[in-house]
């Protein structure tokens, strides 16, 4: 039985992509909450504590940035995507937003398909629910 996200991130690869350390890591790194999405959230959560240090603040607030927007990986121009497309699916309403969250996009146009894909289905619900047709 697997029991482990790392073991389940693998086996639920293909095998190309399993095959690829990088992939995989990325794979087990999000499955563990470690990933770039999560440290978006992260990210945008914190706050300053006025009783705390700011030096360890500012350190740990660079450290989860630099996991979100992995400078050391991406070029200036993903960059720039990765935090126009997390400002994106901030705005997008509650539902749209936990749908477009579940596919995970990896770029602007993933995630303008992922948003009218969940639009279209969101909009079929809505009309079955109400007994209209399109």
């Not at 890591?25 to 999560?38: D, H, M, N, T, V």
């Not at 992922?114 to 079929?124: G, H, N």
Request: glycine share 4%.
């Amino acid at each position: 039985r697997i029991e482990s996200n790392p073991q389940l991130a693998y086996y639920l690869l293909s095998p190309d992509q399993a095959a690829d350390y990088e992939a995989l890591k990325s794979e087990i790194l999000a499955r563990l909450g470690l990933g770039p999405a999560a440290a978006a959230a992260e990210f945008h959560r914190w706050v300053f504590r006025p009783l705390q240090p700011p030096r360890p603040q500012m350190t740990q607030l660079l450290r989860v940035s630099k996991r979100w927007l992995q400078p050391d990986q991406l070029v200036p121009e993903a960059v720039t995507e990765q935090v126009t497309m997390y400002h994106f699916l901030c705005a997008l309403p509650g539902v749209l937003r936990k749908s477009i969250g579940l596919t995970s996009p990896t770029s602007i146009k993933e995630m303008i398909d992922a948003t009218e894909a969940a639009e279209c289905v969101l909009s079929l619900g809505r009309s079955e629910r109400t007994g209209e047709l399109m």
